[in-house]
């Protein structure tokens, strides 16, 4: 190396080493603030208390969970239970974005409007508060449990939706339902909430792809003899979808992401349970919290490999 | 043999276009056109109808306005607004001394006029001045509303309410730009580690929810500082609102930075303009100038990201409501609940809504 390449490279490496050392400074004092803290606390450091009896019940576990199973399995259990509100508020919001796009693009004006309306409305109010009046205004006003609400054999009141699983149907036994599957109010509280407030930014994204659509599609559809429904269906939402997709996927990202305020109404997901339960009882906040972020960043991640195939797999049916 | 059409009268006229109709009969094309859409508009219209009056019944009809108590919101049917009225002042200003309020009403005047200012500049004028603005106007806010010196210390975590969420908005807007701008001008940077650091920074940013890095700031941050130093939850709140921002700024300067054309700065450079004047001269202003709608939604999403701040216990609007409805002069119904998260959307709607359309107001003009 030349000293003339050397001299001008040098601001760049000095630089650099700088900011090598700040980092690993700021590094070192602040893990070893966080030793001398948690020893004075008298916690231990690792994740071995994964092995030990988590003592506490969750409401809702999709596999089997008890006092004394493990840590490791709650840890599980919340996040089949996260994985579980996402699928669910993720279908909900692509339907109702799907039909709030087409409305907003309408020709009668009262379904225009009205797509308008829900989207401007339920954008603009923050999750937090739409979670929250979902679970403590709606659903509280539900029935009680001696007046549960009865559609064939689904019963709907105040603790909850209980479905019938095969021959197993739900009744009111004394002061609470047995048998069937109870759905938690919490669970509804959270995918509406999610489902609805999403469904208007996926509304947006659709409907930027309808709209990049070239209108000679639904003219040419028209003179084949396509039209309404059928053209939208079969011309204009693969290739709107080509375009949506990606924004979409950021949007799903955004969904997972959200769904952990789930801890502010009580929903055992990876946040309340991860985050707060478990972090609170073994004190060891920093491997807790070590695990709720890589287990969200592991849900994104997955969320973003299935899009980018679906998106490959779009693209692969493109005519060219 | 061949045929030939030959027309021998005129064809029939076609209907009027719809702006040469009169108004009482236009909306009847669109609307009533064929028998599925006038069952579809009935149907509609029999609804939207349905859902106003039982709304406004709730709202104002049976509301009950005046009262110090539940006592005075009896039973389920109406709206209890003398909820909101009671508790004006824990949702205005929080815990915040009654002998200091003047200092609270200046916060919210000086706003108000600032934010009159900046909507009725051109939407083509420099955004420089109103970012300069948006930077000083927090740190003013809490030298005033905590004081120390010649006016009475008022502790941080006596700020709740709206000016809370003000301050808070103002105060993460005010330190996520500066620092996004950095870190998206890092991303740009010749030298690989600094490249390397910032993106990072905001895909780590990006991956985890904001209730996480909340809960990191709440628990975690005291252990990483030495014994002795105890910063309160107000200002971790503040960080981890600011780093996180930051991130959602960098990539929205990063895509300001990347609509100014790379011939720009192969001119500047042939002028003879360095780096840094280069940057400050020529790529800066167009940057930032393309990136204020952008902005403006970040301020949005950060409105109503400061309902989060209740969940960890900051006493932000969201959080002073719930804290009224448990309140021994207030529990009871749940419909004392609804009627403040009613209010609370109502008022969330307003200041969104109307942010939204100055956005789209400067994105249109731009």
Sequence with gaps: MTRAVLRERLPGYVVQAL?????????SAAVANFRANMHALGVSAGFG???????????????????ASPYLDAVIAAALN???????????ATIIALFVAFGRLAPHPIVRGASTLYVEVFRNVPLLLQILFWYFSAIALLPGVADSLQFGGILLNNRGLFVPSGADRPHVDGFDVAGGIAILPELMALTLGLAIYNGTFLAEIFRAGILSVP?????AATTVGLSGARAALLIVLPQALRVALPAAGGQYQTLAKASSLAAAIGYPDIMQIVGGTIASQTSQAL???????????????????????ANRWLLSRAPG | MTSRFVRDAPIDARAAPVAAIAWPWRGRRARFATPATSALSLLLLALCAFVCVRFVDWAIVRAHWLGQSSAACPGDDGACWAFVIARWKPWLVGNYPVGQMWRAWTCFATFALFWIWVVRRPPAGRPGPVLVGFV???????????????LPLVAPTQIGGLLLTLVVTLATFATALPIGLAIALGRRSQWPLVRALCAMFVEGMRAVPLLAVLFIAATLLPLFLPRGIDVDLFTR??????????????????????AVGRGQIEAATTVGLSHFATLRLIVLPQAIRAAVPALVNIMIAVIKETTLLSVIGVND????????????????????????????????????????RYSRRLELSS
């Design chain 1, 19 to 27: 900011l090598v050392a700040l980092v690993a400074w700021l590094v």
């Design chain 1, 49 to 67: 208390f994964l092995h030990a009896q988590a003592g506490f019940q969750i409401a809702q576990s999709l596999v089997p969970f008890g006092p």
């Design chain 1, 82 to 92: 996260t994985l579980l509100v996402v699928a669910v508020a993720s279908v909900l």
């Design chain 1, 215 to 219: 209108k000679g599609q639904i003219e």
């Design chain 1, 287 to 309: 491997e807790a919290m070590a695990l709720v972020v890589a287990l969200y960043a592991a849900i994104n991640l997955c969320i973003a490999l299935v899009v980018g195939v």
């Design chain 2, 136 to 150: 000083l106007l927090p740190i003013a806010f809490l030298i005033l509303l905590v004081g120390g010196g010649p």
């Design chain 2, 237 to 258: 709140a503040v960080i981890a609102f600011a780093l996180f921002n930051a991130a959602m700024a960098a990539e929205v300067f990063r895509g300001g930075l990347q």
């Design chain 2, 317 to 356: 609007l969201l959080g002073a409501v719930e804290i009224g409805a448990k309140s021994p002069d207030w529990v009871g119904e749940s419909n004392i609940l609804t009627s403040g998260y009613v209010f609370l959307a109502l008022a969330y709607l307003a200041v969104c809504y109307g942010l939204s």
